[in-house]
C-alpha cells in the first residue's frame, strides 16, 4: 500500500441514521440507531450524522442518546438556516465529547426561485447568520450549499467564503438531486479550490446521491482534485436512489492505491457487519449483485472463473473476502451444536448479544435446527435480525395456522397476536393463504394501511430453506418496510406484516419536516 500523509487523509462523514432514515420505509427506533450508531464508531467512522434533531421528539431523543454514548467519533446534527433548527440541534449534541452542527442553505438558482422564494442577497446573509450563530454553540460547524451542483460559481464561491469567514470549518458541496457527472463534478470543486481566497481554512466536503448510479464515482472524483471529506450511507441507503455508499467509496480507495494514494479511517473488515444490521433494521435487502456487499460480490459460478480462482485467487478478485469481514466458515451449525459453538459463531457473525438475548436466540436457533439440515449464516443472521433487533414492538405474533388448498376454498387463517401486552385472536378468510393471514392481523389491529409491496425470497438454498420476506406498507403518505423470516413462509409474511405495522407506529409519532436535504 502506498504511503499516505495527513494531507491525504479522507474524513467518512456516514448519514445512514439521518439522510439514510429519509428513506422511504425506513424509519428506525432508539435501540436500532443506537446499534448502529456503536457500530459505526467501532469501524472507525470519521464523523456520525445522528439525526435532525428539530425534525420529531424522537429525533432529538437519538441524537441526545447517541451523543451521551458515542466517545470517539464526532457526533453531527443537521439544522436548517434558522436559530430554532440550530439552537434544538445544539441542545441535542451537548453530551457528545466531539459536536458539529451540520446547516445548510439552497443556493441554486432553481431553489433559490421556486423552494425558498428568496434573491441571492438574502440567501448570502442567511448563510453568514446561520454559521454565525451555530458557533456560539460549537467549534466545529459545516455549512452545506444544498443543489451545489446547480449553483452559479461565481454565486457558489461568494457564499462559500462567506460561510469560511464565518466560522464554518468543513464546506459540503452536495449533488443533491445526482445529476453532475464525475468530471462535471471534480471541475466544480476544483474551481472553488481557483477562486474562494480563503479555501485553505476548511475541509472541502462532498456528498453525491445516485440517481444517475454516479454517486461514488463523483464522490472519488472530488477527493482526487483536494475533497477531504466524503458523505455516504452503509449500503448506500437514502432518499430516491440512495447516496454514495460507503463500503465502495472505502474499498475503492483501499483497492486503487496507485490511483488514489488516500487512507480512511474505517476499519473495512466490519463492513458486512454493518451492511445486514441496516438491512436488518431498515428491511431493506441487499441485492445480490451489489458491489462489496452484495451476496455474489464474491461468488463464481462460470467455469472459467472457477478454473481461474482454483489457480489462483486473483485471476477474479480484486479484493478478499476477509477484508471487507467474509470469513469461511469453520464452524458448521446444526441440532446438535450447542450453546457455546453458537455464542461464538453469532460472535463471528458481528452481534453482541447479551445473555437473555442469547439465551432466546439460542432457543430460536435450536427450533430453526429441528427443520433444516443444516443451519447457514445466513440463516443465522435473518434469525436474529428478525427477532432480537425487535424489542420495542408492540405488534407480535404469537401463534397462525393457515387453512388452504383446492379442498379448502375460501383459505382461512386463526392467529393469535400480543398487542400492547394483551393477546388477542381472531379466524380470517381472504382470496389466499397470505391474503387470509393479513386480514386476520387487519381485524386484530384495524388500521388504513396499503400494501404496496409483497416479496419473498430463500435466505439459503434447498427446500427446507427459510423463506425471508418484505413487506411494504403505505399509510397518509408514510412508507415503511417490514421484514421477516421463517422456515414457514406464511408465518415470515406475518412477520414482516407485523413488523412494517411496529415501524408505521413509530413513523406515526414523527411529523415530516419541510425541506429536509443535502
Same mark, same amino acid.
Given at each position: 500500500?502506498?504511503?499516505?500523509?495527513?494531507?491525504?487523509?479522507?474524513?467518512?462523514?456516514?448519514?445512514?441514521?439521518?439522510?439514510?432514515?429519509?428513506?422511504?420505509?425506513?424509519?428506525?427506533?432508539?435501540?436500532?440507531?443506537?446499534?448502529?450508531a456503536?457500530?459505526?464508531?467501532?469501524?472507525?467512522?470519521?464523523?456520525?450524522?445522528?439525526g435532525?434533531?428539530?425534525?420529531?421528539?424522537?429525533?432529538?431523543?437519538?441524537?441526545?442518546?447517541?451523543?451521551?454514548?458515542?466517545?470517539?467519533?464526532?457526533?453531527?446534527?443537521?439544522?436548517?438556516?434558522?436559530?430554532?433548527?440550530?439552537?434544538?440541534?445544539?441542545?441535542?449534541?451537548?453530551?457528545?465529547?466531539?459536536?458539529?452542527?451540520?446547516?445548510?442553505l439552497?443556493t441554486?438558482?432553481?431553489?433559490?426561485?421556486?423552494?425558498?422564494?428568496?434573491?441571492?442577497?438574502?440567501?448570502?446573509?442567511?448563510?453568514?447568520?446561520?454559521?454565525?450563530?451555530?458557533?456560539?454553540?460549537?467549534?466545529?460547524?459545516?455549512?452545506?450549499?444544498?443543489?451545489?451542483?446547480?449553483?452559479?460559481?461565481?454565486?457558489?464561491?461568494?457564499?462559500?467564503?462567506?460561510?469560511?469567514?464565518?466560522?464554518?470549518?468543513?464546506?459540503?458541496?452536495?449533488?443533491?438531486?445526482?445529476?453532475?457527472?464525475?468530471?462535471?463534478?471534480?471541475?466544480?470543486?476544483?474551481?472553488?479550490?481557483?477562486?474562494?481566497?480563503?479555501?485553505?481554512?476548511?475541509?472541502?466536503?462532498?456528498?453525491?446521491?445516485?440517481?444517475?448510479?454516479?454517486?461514488?464515482?463523483?464522490?472519488?472524483?472530488?477527493?482526487?482534485?483536494g +475533497?477531504?471529506? =466524503?458523505?455516504?450511507?452503509?449500503?448506500? /441507503? $437514502?432518499?430516491? !436512489?440512495? #447516496?454514495? *455508499?460507503?463500503?465502495?467509496?472505502?474499498?475503492?480507495?483501499?483497492?486503487?492505491?496507485?490511483?488514489?494514494?488516500?487512507?480512511?479511517?474505517?476499519a473495512?473488515?466490519?463492513?458486512?457487519?454493518?451492511?445486514?444490521?441496516?438491512?436488518?433494521?431498515?428491511?431493506?435487502?441487499?441485492?445480490?449483485?451489489?458491489?462489496?456487499?452484495?451476496?455474489?460480490?464474491?461468488?463464481?459460478?462460470?467455469?472459467?472463473?472457477?478454473?481461474?480462482?482454483?489457480?489462483?485467487?486473483?485471476?477474479?478478485?480484486?479484493?478478499?473476502?476477509?477484508?471487507?469481514g467474509?470469513?469461511?466458515?469453520?464452524?458448521?451449525?446444526?441440532?446438535?451444536?450447542?450453546?457455546?459453538?453458537? +455464542?461464538?459463531? =453469532?460472535?463471528?457473525?458481528?452481534?453482541? /448479544? $447479551?445473555?437473555? !438475548?442469547? #439465551?432466546? *436466540?439460542?432457543?430460536?436457533?435450536?427450533?430453526?435446527?429441528?427443520?433444516?439440515?443444516?443451519?447457514?449464516?445466513?440463516?443465522?443472521?435473518?434469525?436474529?435480525?428478525?427477532?432480537?433487533?425487535?424489542?420495542?414492538?408492540?405488534?407480535?405474533?404469537?401463534?397462525?395456522?393457515?387453512?388452504?388448498?383446492?379442498?379448502?376454498?375460501?383459505?382461512?387463517?386463526?392467529?393469535?397476536?400480543?398487542?400492547?401486552?394483551?393477546?388477542?385472536?381472531?379466524?380470517?378468510?381472504?382470496?389466499?393463504?397470505v391474503?387470509?393471514?393479513?386480514?386476520?392481523?387487519?381485524?386484530?389491529?384495524?388500521?388504513?394501511?396499503?400494501?404496496?409491496?409483497?416479496?419473498?425470497?430463500?435466505?439459503?438454498?434447498g427446500?427446507?430453506?427459510?423463506?425471508?420476506?418484505?413487506?411494504?406498507?403505505?399509510?397518509?403518505?408514510?412508507?415503511?418496510?417490514?421484514?421477516?423470516?421463517?422456515?414457514?413462509t406464511?408465518?415470515?409474511?406475518?412477520?414482516?406484516?407485523?413488523?412494517?405495522?411496529?415501524?408505521?407506529?413509530?413513523?406515526?409519532?414523527?411529523?415530516?419536516?419541510?425541506?429536509?436535504?443535502?
Amino acid at each position: 500500500m502506498s504511503s499516505t500523509t495527513d494531507s491525504n487523509r479522507v474524513v467518512i462523514f456516514d448519514t445512514t441514521l439521518r439522510d439514510g432514515e429519509q428513506s422511504p420505509g425506513a424509519s428506525m427506533n432508539l435501540d436500532e440507531k443506537l446499534r448502529i450508531a456503536s457500530v459505526l464508531e467501532e469501524m472507525g467512522v470519521d464523523v456520525i450524522e445522528a439525526g435532525f434533531p428539530i425534525a420529531s421528539n424522537g429525533d432529538f431523543e437519538a441524537v441526545n442518546e447517541i451523543a451521551k454514548v458515542v466517545k470517539n467519533s464526532t457526533v453531527c446534527g443537521l439544522a436548517r438556516a434558522s436559530h430554532g433548527d440550530i439552537e434544538r440541534c445544539a441542545e441535542a449534541i451537548k453530551p457528545a465529547e466531539r459536536q458539529r452542527i451540520h446547516t445548510f442553505l439552497s443556493t441554486s438558482p432553481l431553489h433559490m426561485k421556486y423552494k425558498l422564494q428568496m434573491e441571492p442577497d438574502a440567501v448570502y446573509d442567511m448563510v453568514i447568520d446561520s454559521v454565525t450563530h451555530a458557533r456560539n454553540f460549537v467549534d466545529d460547524v459545516e455549512w452545506s450549499a444544498e443543489d451545489g451542483s446547480r449553483t452559479e460559481h461565481d454565486f457558489l464561491c461568494r457564499c462559500v467564503e462567506a460561510a469560511i469567514k464565518a466560522g464554518a470549518g468543513t464546506i459540503n458541496i452536495p449533488d443533491t438531486v445526482g445529476y453532475a457527472v464525475p468530471d462535471e463534478f471534480a471541475d466544480l470543486i476544483s474551481m472553488l479550490f481557483n477562486r474562494v481566497p480563503n479555501i485553505d481554512k476548511a475541509i472541502i466536503s462532498v456528498h453525491c446521491h445516485n440517481d444517475l448510479g454516479l454517486a461514488v464515482a463523483n464522490s472519488l472524483a472530488a477527493v482526487q482534485v483536494g +475533497a477531504r471529506q =466524503i458523505e455516504c450511507t452503509i449500503n448506500g /441507503l $437514502g432518499e430516491r !436512489a440512495g #447516496n454514495a *455508499a460507503m463500503e465502495e467509496v472505502v474499498m475503492g480507495i483501499k483497492t486503487r492505491q496507485d490511483r488514489m494514494p488516500y487512507s480512511t479511517g474505517v476499519a473495512t473488515e466490519n463492513i458486512m457487519k454493518a451492511s445486514r444490521l441496516v438491512s436488518g433494521v431498515t428491511g431493506f435487502t441487499v441485492q445480490p449483485n451489489k458491489a462489496i456487499v452484495g451476496a455474489n460480490a464474491f461468488a463464481h459460478e462460470s467455469g472459467i472463473h472457477q478454473d481461474g480462482m482454483l489457480k489462483h485467487a486473483g485471476t477474479y478478485e480484486i479484493m478478499t473476502p476477509e477484508s471487507v469481514g467474509l470469513t469461511q466458515s469453520t464452524l458448521v451449525m446444526g441440532k446438535h451444536s450447542g450453546r457455546h459453538a453458537f +455464542a461464538e459463531k =453469532i460472535k463471528e457473525l458481528g452481534y453482541d /448479544l $447479551g445473555d437473555n !438475548a442469547l #439465551n432466546d *436466540a439460542f432457543l430460536r436457533f435450536k427450533d430453526l435446527a429441528d427443520k433444516k439440515k443444516e443451519v447457514f449464516d445466513e440463516d443465522l443472521v435473518a434469525l436474529i435480525d428478525d427477532e432480537v433487533v425487535r424489542d420495542n414492538d408492540r405488534i407480535r405474533l404469537v401463534s397462525l395456522e393457515i387453512l388452504c388448498g383446492t379442498k379448502h376454498q375460501p383459505p382461512k387463517a386463526e392467529m393469535e397476536l400480543e398487542i400492547d401486552g394483551e393477546t388477542l385472536s381472531c379466524k380470517s378468510s381472504g382470496d389466499g393463504p397470505v391474503d387470509a393471514a393479513f386480514n386476520g392481523v387487519k381485524k386484530l389491529f384495524p388500521h388504513q394501511a396499503r400494501l404496496q409491496l409483497y416479496q419473498v425470497h430463500a435466505v439459503t438454498h434447498g427446500t427446507d430453506a427459510q423463506a425471508e420476506v418484505t413487506v411494504r406498507l403505505e399509510e397518509n403518505g408514510r412508507t415503511v418496510n417490514g421484514q421477516g423470516a421463517d422456515t414457514d413462509t406464511m408465518v415470515a409474511s406475518v412477520k414482516a406484516y407485523v413488523t412494517a405495522l411496529n415501524k408505521l407506529l413509530v413513523k406515526r409519532e414523527k411529523s415530516a419536516p419541510a425541506a429536509i436535504s443535502a
